[in-house]
């Protein structure tokens, strides 16, 4: 099974609101990842965590806050967000951060009003 | 520093045509390089990835690539265009061996239209 789920599948905001991402793997990977993809663009990383710790921060603003609560899952909390960050945002595992090839989740899509 | 170069944002292929799909990178250390697909409001599907076995790799949906070191190349290419070829492709690369970023490098993508 080389499934990556996420939930939910589409997310509207104010820009006062607080939301959360979720991600769900059960492929025993290691190293989870948080993406942002603007369309027509490839996807940009925010967030590595390695083994549950946090091992790259894209310089990421702070109203986007990752949560990796045990191996298989990983969350992304939002707050104040800008209409600017409506996106797409893909969560993708692999074996480890150095080995193996990421898979993606179906992403899901935030518009921010 | 790795870098990725898909030359045509956007390439057309009739049904049952050859679709190549041209990616070239740039690396100080052999790397990792990877093709991924992302049909409208889905996440990336893995097709095939090189990882320093053989230089022709086979992926799925009748995909293929070949690395040439020569050219520090990795085009995607399939005999035979189907509808449901069309599609955004993305060529990655990421670090190997005992040094560099193990960060995927992607490149803009290129959309493949299939006309009947």
């Known amino acids: 099974d080389t499934e990556v789920t996420q939930t939910p599948k589409h997310l509207v905001m104010g820009m006062t609101n607080k939301k959360s991402l979720k991600c769900e793997q059960h492929m025993g990977h290691r190293a989870m990842y948080w993406y942002k993809q603007k369309a027509k663009k490839p996807p940009e990383l925010m967030f590595v965590?390695?083994?549950?710790?946090?091992?790259i921060n894209e310089s990421v603003p702070s109203r986007f806050s990752p949560e990796c609560p045990n191996s298989s899952l990983l969350n992304l909390h939002l707050h104040a967000l800008q209409p600017e960050d409506s996106a797409l945002y893909l969560c993708?595992?692999?074996?480890?951060?150095?080995?193996?090839?990421?898979?993606f989740g179906p992403g899901t899509r935030l518009t921010v009003t | 520093a790795q870098s990725v170069t898909q030359l045509g944002s956007h390439v057309s292929v009739s049904e049952g045509a050859l679709v190549l799909l041209r990616c070239n990178y740039s690396s100080s250390v052999p790397p990792y390089l990877f093709w991924y697909v992302q049909y409208p409001n889905q996440g990336l599907q893995l097709l095939l990835k090189?990882?320093?076995?053989?230089?022709l790799v086979k992926g799925i949906n009748g995909f293929e690539a070949e690395f040439k070191k020569s050219e520090t190349s990795f085009h995607l290419t399939k005999p035979s265009a189907h509808m449901s070829d069309a599609a955004e492709y993305f060529c990655?690369?990421?670090?190997?061996?005992?040094?560099?970023?193990?960060?995927?490098?992607f490149g803009t993508g290129t959309r493949l239209k299939v006309l009947a």
């Open positions: 090189y990882t320093s076995a053989a230089t």
């Open positions: 965590y390695s083994y549950e710790k946090l091992s």
């Open positions: 990655a690369v990421s670090g190997g061996g005992t040094s560099g970023t193990y960060k995927y490098i």
């Open positions: 993708a595992s692999s074996q480890g951060q150095r080995t193996g090839e990421q898979y």
